[in-house]
């Protein structure tokens, strides 16, 4: 009776019911019972929807926030954004190496006279190694055996006994630069 | 009307929040009224619907458009349905299967509304009286009822509805036919 029901009785199977039923009352009057209660239940008409029931619905959703196309951009961009912290968090470093030099700072040899922050290298005196020179200025005259580097100062040589390189930074550029470059040459020479 | 419907999924899943408004216009009207039949009455009811649309949009990204939206939105409201009728009755012993009645427990026993005195019952109308009697289904039986008679779904739906294997749900509804000839013997 139920495969009946459920539209899925076979043929042969249908045949056998139908004539059962034919010949048995109790079995006819409880199918037809079924077949009532499917009707009775298929009669319930829809209930209406309450009215404004679509405005509330809209009315309940998540408020769409403005960050969301701003989110879901950076979801579908993370090389994009891997690139973009990388490349903040590398600035900011740098030049938060620039903000706080407003200190004096030398690398001390001996043989070097540190007056305020002027630093100088007496004449007969000979300074092995590189001489580095924050915000200070740096006389010298006597002999440098290495590079020379002011940043922020004043380079004064009488005479220029210097035998690597001399370099003067005030600028912020300039500044940057040097530090990228000093810290790729301490990567290589693992200092 | 399936076309229209994936269309507007895509819109809300740019952004466009407008677009769902379609959504629940088309199914408002099966949606409730099912939900109405499951709970019993239009203030639970209205409110299930509501949330069901709500859980929705919010999953809306994990909806396989492959499937069929309806089928998903059905048994997010559902299960809305079944956890609102189990909350109403204490449940920590009732969860224990009676004897003798295969995924029968105590609790579908009692989940239906009480039990009307007779000359109440027998003054209703005929509409009022059928609602009566589903509602006083056990919930299991109730449910695809409901979804293959009112909602005239194919058994195979209702199974991906309900999660639940197709053979259960001819059982459901054999047994639930069965239960309503019983119950609705004297109409």
Redesign the interface.
């Given at each position: 009776m139920?495969e009946r029901?459920?539209g899925e009785i076979s043929s042969e199977h249908d045949r056998v019911l139908t004539e059962h039923l034919q010949t048995c009352p109790d079995c006819q009057r409880?199918m037809d019972?079924?077949n009532?209660?499917?009707y009775?239940?298929?009669?319930?008409?829809?209930?209406p929807?309450?009215a404004g029931?679509?405005e509330?619905?809209?009315f309940?959703?998540?408020k769409?926030k403005l960050k969301?196309?701003v989110q879901?951009w950076l979801r579908r961009h993370p090389i994009l954004v891997a690139a973009a912290l990388f490349m903040i968090l590398m600035s900011a470093s740098l030049l938060s190496g620039y903000n706080d030099r407003s200190a004096f700072s030398v690398t001390e040899h001996p043989g070097m006279v540190v007056e305020g922050d002027r630093v100088t290298v007496p004449a007969g005196q000979t300074v092995k190694g590189d001489i580095v020179v924050t915000n200070g200025d740096l006389v010298i005259d006597g002999k440098v055996e290495g590079d020379v580097t002011v940043i922020n100062g004043k380079y004064m040589a009488s005479t220029a006994n210097v035998t690597g390189q001399i370099e003067e930074i005030d600028d912020t550029f300039e500044w940057l630069w040097y530090t990228i470059k000093d810290g790729t040459k301490k990567l290589f020479t693992f200092e | 009307m399936d076309t229209l419907i994936h269309k507007r999924i895509k819109q809300v899943l740019k952004g466009d929040q407008n677009a769902y408004s379609d959504i629940v216009n088309s199914y408002q009207h099966s949606l409730y009224h099912v939900c109405y039949r499951i709970v019993g009455n239009q203030q639970e009811a209205e409110d299930i619907a509501q949330e069901a649309f709500v859980r929705a949009y919010i999953n809306l990204h994990t909806f396989d458009p492959k499937r069929k939206f309806s089928t998903w939105l059905f048994r997010i409201a559902t299960n809305l349905c079944i956890d609102r009728l189990r909350k109403k009755k204490p449940d920590y012993y009732l969860d224990a299967e009676v004897p003798g009645t295969e995924g029968l427990d105590m609790y579908s026993q009692i989940a239906s509304e009480e039990r009307l005195p007779d000359e109440e019952v027998e003054r209703m109308e005929l509409k009022e009286r059928i609602h009566y009697e589903i509602g006083r289904l056990p919930e299991k039986y109730r449910t695809v009822v409901i979804l293959k008679y009112i909602e005239e779904l194919p058994l195979q739906e209702i199974s991906d509805i309900l999660e639940i294997p197709l053979g259960t749900v001819k059982t459901r509804v054999h047994r639930g036919r069965e239960a309503l000839r019983k119950q609705l013997g004297d109409v």
């Open positions: 139920h029901l459920d409880h019972e079924l009532r209660v499917v009775l239940v298929g009669t319930l008409q829809a209930m929807v309450p029931f679509t509330r619905v809209m309940r959703l998540p769409p969301s196309g879901r | -």
